[in-house]
């Protein structure tokens, strides 16, 4: 029996973002990454019509955290006090394609910096490597809209991927971010009603959505990963079928999310393996989870995982 | 092509007589159309209709059993491409490999790491529920010890690898009562595959490189008699490997191509035991419904045991989990006492964060319908009353000396009400729970 056809051509596709200003555009970075376009869901079709290859963009804390294991910290001992250090540490040594420099240490319950520590970070960290950035706020609204628009200012003209804004606290980062010509990233709560409401949001004040990144929060494998999962899925198809309001390319926060739960990170459990090998396997398999629902930017944390889930990204997106 | 639900709603007696367990024959007729109904519950059809529905009606994924007793699985039927659309229906068997060039205390111990492949996580017991005999030695008689062995040491289902009939027909015969699936038969051993599967009741597994191939391939085995196929596409880069299994899941759904309606299966071989659970994850995400593993580290199985469990959750019914107290750590009468609600991703991001503060706690888990606190809260399920109603049915009281209650940041506008209705001390606690450990170990003191 002769195999039947099966084609589906979809109308719409999703955006093509490119992050990072080299010196001819502008800026100091001496590359440039690409994510996005997928004109398919993923694995539909034919090859070509997949997205641009997913990247992976490191996490670099402001501040060194106090919270994170030590199977977490150790590869990361002699360079958590420096930024521009552990960035350069990503990006040699673990192929970072981008940095997320999180800015947890501007937060008021934590360790309560100010503006001045934030424009210094940012600009340590673009001194140090030459890869595009992803700058992440606190979560504190009110410090968030006092801190991030210097933030913003000090990586003028760099073409970072900035964020988050949401529903109730969008204003002031869109305004800089345009300003100053970066991307930005809206986030909603694993809800995808409120993610599009956000894009409009940001539409009405002028942003750009080509210049748009969206977040739908992400929950770790064990923990809630299926809601981001078929967000993500629905996010996918609104945008093939020609929805240009949910057409952005997608960041997920799996390094955050996946080291929180107990799985990756308690060290004397019997018959569950070994926490070093373990840790790392919990952030990787929520990573590769999260790409087959079609996930574009990767946050991680972890040496390990960062170099299982390249392996396998690098045999699919060949 | 597959009928409407009107469509084979004429070829129903319309008597409604209820003896399919449908209220009337068009309800019947809408399920025959979903394929979540078989014709077979109808017994007042013509045998006219019949033949024209059998065709149509049947799910365009057959199912396939093996192994035996209550460690039976069970694959395929399934009825969407995305999860949201409906749901996944079998949960991907895990299975884990025992090459038969091991023997004695070396093939035991393997035995005996992959039966111990068991956790519980959220109260579910989850584990690898398939055991795959390799021959790899290329010879039929250590290929038939090491199925006995493993026969004798595991009631996991059996999964035979051998692409020699004679090895096969050897092994299948010796342990058929815990009905193995044969893997696998190709294209030129399909004749003699498919008579072992028959003879001794057993499914099969159909090895091809290609969706021509194997579509071909599955006729011929079907030809045979054999009509419990499992789909084992080998030889293909694990990047053509999932594009064609998303094709094969698409051809069997949507256009109903029979000879690609099985579910099925994929060995993961290439390296380490990291690598192995990446490309296993991929494969459960993307449609299969057996992977073998050659490799028994816990800490590989259990990610992507939990994958399984989360992709092939009823996406339409939240998770929850049991109302009660849970005590975190070894909490004392002079611990915290927080509440939050039954939906399980919401306690289980309190319990973690809770953990993380090393603080030892109580938390009341309110029952609110598997809904979160601010969806509760607004639903009037988690109220004043709902809350103290749970701190009596729980006897809180008794767990504790001091009178005072952590609530969820974002119903603080509830604390007054509270108060009153319990005359405990509220404390509002964090909006976000990541805030707790903070809280906890700073506000709490």
Redesign the interface.
């Known amino acids: 029996m002769p195999v039947p056809e099966i084609v589906e051509s979809f109308t719409g596709s999703v955006n093509k973002v490119t992050l990072g200003a080299t010196k001819d555009d502008g800026g100091t970075r001496t590359s440039k990454v690409t994510v996005g376009g997928a004109r398919n869901v993923v694995y539909g079709g034919s090859g070509e019509e997949t997205s641009e290859k997913p990247v992976i963009a490191l996490d670099v804390i402001d501040t060194s955290p106090d919270d994170w294991p030590d199977v977490l910290s150790e590869p990361y001992k002699d360079v958590l006090n420096s930024p521009g250090d552990w960035a350069k540490k990503c990006v040699e040594e673990l192929g970072a394609d981008l940095i997320c420099v999180k800015f947890d240490g501007i937060h008021p319950e934590k360790a309560d910096k100010d503006e001045s520590h934030g424009v210094k970070v940012t600009e340590e960290v673009l001194k140090a490597v030459g890869v595009p950035l992803v700058l992440w706020c606190c979560g504190n609204d009110e410090k968030d809209n006092q801190v991030m628009p210097k933030i913003s200012e000090a990586a003028k003209g760099e073409n970072c991927l900035i964020g988050t804004v949401t529903e109730d606290n969008y204003k002031s980062l869109t305004a800089v971010s345009l300003a100053d010509n970066h991307h930005l990233i809206t986030q909603a709560p694993l809800d995808i009603n409120i993610a599009k409401q956000v894009n409009i949001l940001v539409s009405d004040m002028g942003f750009p959505l080509e210049r748009v990144v969206m977040f739908q929060a992400t929950g770790a494998l064990g923990y809630g990963i299926e809601y981001a999962y078929s967000i993500q899925e629905r996010q996918r198809l609104a945008a093939l079928t020609g929805d240009k309001i949910m057409a952005m390319p997608v960041i997920c926060d799996v390094g955050y999310e996946s080291w929180r739960v107990k799985e990756a990170k308690l060290t004397d459990v019997t018959g569950w393996g070994g926490v070093e090998d373990r840790g790392p396997m919990w952030e990787a398999t929520t990573a590769i989870c999260l790409l087959q629902a079609g996930a574009d930017i990767i946050r991680m944390r972890h040496p390990k995982a960062v170099a299982t889930v390249k392996n396998l990204i690098d045999q699919i997106w060949q | 092509m597959a009928l409407t639900g009107l469509e084979i709603f004429k070829l129903l007696p319309k008597t409604n007589c209820k003896k399919c367990g449908m209220p009337t024959c068009l309800a019947f007729a809408m399920q025959l159309a979903q394929k979540r109904a078989k014709l077979e519950d109808c017994p007042e059809v013509s045998d006219e209709a019949k033949q024209m529905l059998a065709a149509a009606a049947a799910p365009p994924m057959c199912k396939v059993v093996f192994g035996r007793g209550d460690n039976q699985v069970e694959i395929g039927q399934e009825t969407v491409?995305?999860?949201?659309e409906e749901k996944f229906y079998s949960p991907t068997v895990l299975a884990a490999s025992a090459s038969d060039k091991l023997t004695g205390e070396d093939l035991k111990k393997r035995i005996e790491a992959v039966n111990?492949l068991q956790?519980e996580?959220?109260g579910t017991k989850i584990g690898v529920s398939a055991i795959a005999v390799v021959n790899d030695s290329g010879d039929a008689n250590s290929f038939v010890s090491a199925a006995e062995a493993v026969k004798a040491a595991s009631s996991l289902a059996m999964i035979l690898v051998s692409d020699e009939p004679a090895a096969m027909e050897a092994a299948v015969g010796k342990v058929k009562d815990a009905v193995p699936l044969i893997a696998s038969a190709k294209a030129d051993t399909a004749a003699q595959m498919a008579k072992i599967a028959k003879e001794n009741g057993c499914p099969v597994a159909a090895k091809a490189e290609s969706?021509?191939a194997m579509?071909d391939l599955t006729?011929k085995i079907k030809a045979e008699g054999v009509e419990d196929i499992v789909l084992n596409l080998e030889g293909l880069?694990?990047?053509d490997k999932?594009?064609n299994?998303?094709?094969m899941r698409?051809?069997s759904l949507?256009?109903v191509?029979r000879?690609?309606g099985y579910p099925t299966i994929s060995f993961v071989t290439d390296g380490d035991?990291?690598?192995q659970?990446?490309?296993a994850?991929?494969l459960i995400?993307?449609y299969s419904g057996i992977v073998v593993l050659d490799t028994v580290?816990?800490?590989?199985f259990?990610?992507?045991l939990?994958?399984v469990?989360?992709?092939y959750?009823d996406?339409q019914k939240p998770v929850q989990v049991e109302p009660k107290v849970y005590p975190i750590g070894e909490p004392d009468e002079n611990a915290p006492m927080m509440f939050t609600t039954n939906f399980s991703?919401t306690y289980?991001?309190v319990e973690?964060?809770v953990?993380?503060s090393r603080v030892p706690s109580y938390i009341l888990v309110v029952d609110t319908e598997g809904t979160s606190v601010l969806t509760a809260y607004s639903g009037d399920k988690l109220n004043e009353k709902t809350v103290a109603d749970a701190m009596a049915k729980h006897a809180v009281e008794s767990l504790v000396k001091h009178r005072k209650l952590v609530i969820p940041g974002y119903v603080a506008v509830m604390s007054g009400k509270l108060e009153e209705a319990t005359n405990w001390e509220i404390m509002v606690g964090p909006r976000?729970s990541?805030?707790l450990?903070?809280y906890l170990q700073e506000v709490w003191k």
């Open positions: 491409m995305f999860r949201h111990s956790f996580r959220v969706i021509e579509s006729e880069s694990l990047r999932l594009y299994l998303s094709r698409a051809l949507k256009k191509f000879p690609l035991a990291s690598q659970a990446a490309v994850a991929a995400c993307k580290e816990p800490f590989a259990l990610p992507i939990t994958v469990m989360n992709i959750t996406p991703l289980y991001t973690s964060d953990e993380a976000e990541s805030m450990p903070k």
